[in-house]
């Protein structure tokens, strides 16, 4: 009977013991397996994580000063080693959007330091960015990029960064520099990245992505939406894309809305059209090439280039102060944008197809094919393609104008 006590006290005391060592770490279980299956470690507290750390580091270096109870020393240790892998396995992931958005007047003159007039539209690029640990043995960083709309991806050693990534790759790689005293030898990035906006229709889709991209890294590693300093580095970003911006895309989609913008000072402003169709003729166009092409005339016509430049400013300002007069004022920065060559014959067609039906148009963004905006109070996105019909048009859309800027999304 005696026997059968003793056995019974020594059970209880190991049962004790193992329920003192691993019972502070109990409650980290659920937490862990949300956060695995979520994949998003959003609601766990890295504070309360340093508190329990400092709190079980102190527990042991007492132990060292006058020796407690072994259990009560291996539960600290327990604590400060779980803690510890939850944090280092813990994936970290944000996801953020941004706007694309539609110039209303004054598009090449901006990079002259006139103002032009823009607005965000309802069309958004996603992305998501996450940092995790690699499951295999490189001991250098690593990048995935996956493109989920032409289902691209690229994986880079992130050690042995080359020179001949496409361009959309080399913008990532310039901002993951500024931010690499962050991320570890043992990390795997992971970015995804899907658009509403056409690619290269002069609706800001690489301005987007710009924004997008500075605004994860920020998320990520500070926490927080800066918009200056995003606006500000997205800039650098649009550099690479597009040698020398005048800042207007990555600002409209940075703080959305409307905005007057001139030499990098932006007012908001509230300026909204209904019955906007946007026309995509699906003509590639390459902004670099058409900003160049307006320089060269620039600097070899000066006189002539300072007068449309000019012109084309005024016809803004009249686009903020009369907007009821906005089709006639498109017209007139149309004429002006052909002065500066950046219309083609197939969009001065388009154009007085639609201004016969009195649908005034004009290009919007850099010209030389991509989108044309085009007013019309009567006419349906069909009746619109009809008129077009031997004009091979993408598409057509109407959409919502003067939207939210950079947020933070929670899925995709
Ligand atoms: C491109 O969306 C607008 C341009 O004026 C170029 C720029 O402002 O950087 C053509």
Not at 246 to 270: E, F, M, P, W
Request: proline share 2%; hydrophobic share 40%.
């Amino acid at each position: 009977m005696a026997e059968i006590s003793s056995i019974f006290a020594a059970t209880v005391r190991v049962v004790s013991q193992a329920l003192m060592i691993f019972g502070g770490v109990v409650p980290y279980i659920p937490q862990y397996l949300i956060i695995k299956s979520s994949q998003n470690a959003e609601g766990f507290s890295n504070y309360v994580c340093l508190t329990l750390l400092i709190a079980n580091i102190l527990r042991v270096e007492f132990w060292f000063g006058k020796h407690f109870e072994t259990p009560l020393l291996v539960q600290s240790i327990v604590m400060i080693l779980s803690i510890k892998i939850t944090l280092l396995k813990m994936k970290k992931t944000v996801i953020v959007s941004s706007p694309g958005k539609l110039i209303i007047g004054g598009e090449h003159a901006v990079v002259y330091g006139r103002r032009a007039l823009v607005t965000s539209i309802g069309m958004r690029l996603y992305m998501q960015l996450t940092e995790e640990e690699q499951t295999n043995e490189s001991t250098s960083p690593l990048l995935k990029v996956s493109f989920q709309d032409t289902n691209q991806q690229h994986l880079i050693d992130l050690s042995n960064i080359q020179n001949s990534y496409p361009i959309e790759i080399q913008g990532i790689l310039f901002v993951y520099n500024r931010f690499k005293s962050f991320v570890s030898d043992r990390s795997q990035l992971n970015i995804q990245v899907h658009s509403e906006i056409p690619i290269g229709a002069g609706l800001g889709s690489s301005a987007a992505f710009s924004v997008c991209l500075v605004g994860c890294f920020y998320l990520l590693y500070h926490k927080t939406l800066n918009r200056e300093d995003i606006n500000e580095l997205s800039y650098k970003v649009e550099c690479i894309f597009h040698g020398t911006p005048s800042g207007i895309d990555n600002t409209i989609s940075t703080y959305g809305q409307s905005l007057v913008y001139c030499r990098a000072v932006k007012k908001h402003i509230n300026f909204r059209l209904s019955n906007l169709a946007i026309i995509d003729t699906g003509i590639p166009k390459s902004t670099k090439r058409m900003v160049e092409l307006v320089r060269l005339f620039v600097e070899s016509n000066q006189q002539e280039g300072e007068r449309i430049l000019n012109d084309v400013e005024r016809c803004v300002d009249s686009m903020i102060e009369h907007s009821e007069q906005i089709g006639q004022l498109f017209q007139e920065n149309q004429q002006l944008l052909k002065c500066l060559g950046v219309s083609t014959l197939e969009i001065d067609n388009i154009i007085e197809i639609l201004a016969k039906k009195n649908i005034l148009a004009k290009i919007t963004g850099a010209g030389g094919g991509g989108c044309l905006i085009a007013l019309t109070s009567c006419f349906t996105k069909d009746q619109i393609l009809d008129l077009l019909q031997d004009n091979h048009i993408k598409s057509i859309a109407f959409v919502e104008c003067g939207v939210e800027g950079l947020r933070e999304e929670q899925t995709f």
